[in-house]
């Protein structure tokens, strides 16, 4: 079945390490998103790319870094430089052209805590 | 972007209709109106879009005026299973003309459900 998928589902990182969180996806899109979401929150994009060997910073992109190197993939590492990492990471994706309005798909997300 | 207001919280009795209202006064002509809804630690799942139509769709109805300034999410027969939280986000196409543009979370509505 086509979707995202995103690893690890729960991830324990201590403080000054740098971690990276996985996110693939097989729907052949070409645009994909990092989002963070706080406790009671709502989802704050982070960085986002519209194609291969591009991409953008998003609202809160401060401590983060990705990498996009292959259409399916969109790495997110966390650095050492994060203030605050531990929250719920959400990757998602969207493709297609035209002004149709593309669905837009998310995975089941990253909880990253750090001890 | 434009930006999307809703109602922080609402209840819906189980059986009845739940209908969700959103502002989106400064859409532009070629913003999409979504909506997703998210259970407690899970991904975002999409529900509905559209564009200036009133669309339909097996999990709900969106009605959008005919101004495109505010729209509302229709879940006909409200179940438990449909406490969430409700995103009305509007998407934002790229100078290009294609539909990848970022998307901007507001709070969402918390809708419960109760028998």
């Known amino acids: 079945d086509g979707g995202i998928t995103q690893s690890p589902k729960y991830l324990f990182r201590k403080e000054g390490q740098n971690v990276t969180l996985s996110c693939e996806q097989n729907?052949?899109?070409?645009?994909m998103y990092w989002y963070r979401q706080d406790p009671g929150q709502g989802l704050r994009l982070i960085y986002y790319s519209q194609i291969v060997n591009d991409f953008q910073k998003g609202d809160i992109a401060e401590g983060y870094s990705v990498s996009r190197e292959k259409k399916e993939s969109f790495p997110l590492t966390v650095t050492s430089a994060q203030k605050n990492p531990t929250a719920f990471y959400l990757c998602?994706?969207?493709?297609?052209?035209?002004?149709?309005?593309?669905?837009?798909?998310f995975g089941e997300g990253s909880w990253l805590t750090v001890v | 972007d434009a930006k999307t207001t809703q109602p922080t919280s609402m209840d819906c009795a189980e059986g009845r209709a739940a209908n969700l209202p959103c502002n989106h006064s400064?859409?532009?002509?070629?913003?999409?109106v979504y909506w997703y809804r998210q259970i407690h630690s899970q991904g975002p799942q999409y529900i509905i879009h559209g564009l200036k139509n009133n669309e339909t769709n097996e999990m709900a109805s969106l009605i959008i005026t005919e101004d495109r300034k505010s729209s509302t999410l229709i879940l006909p027969h409200a179940t438990l299973r449909d406490t969430a939280v409700y995103y009305c986000i509007v998407r934002v196409a790229n100078a290009g003309g294609t539909s990848y543009g970022k998307l901007t979370f507001g709070q969402g509505t918390i809708l419960t459900v109760h028998p």
């Open positions: 729907l052949n899109h070409d645009a």
């Open positions: 400064t859409i532009s002509g070629n913003e999409y």
């Open positions: 998602a994706s969207s493709g297609g052209q035209g002004l149709s309005g593309n669905t837009i798909y």
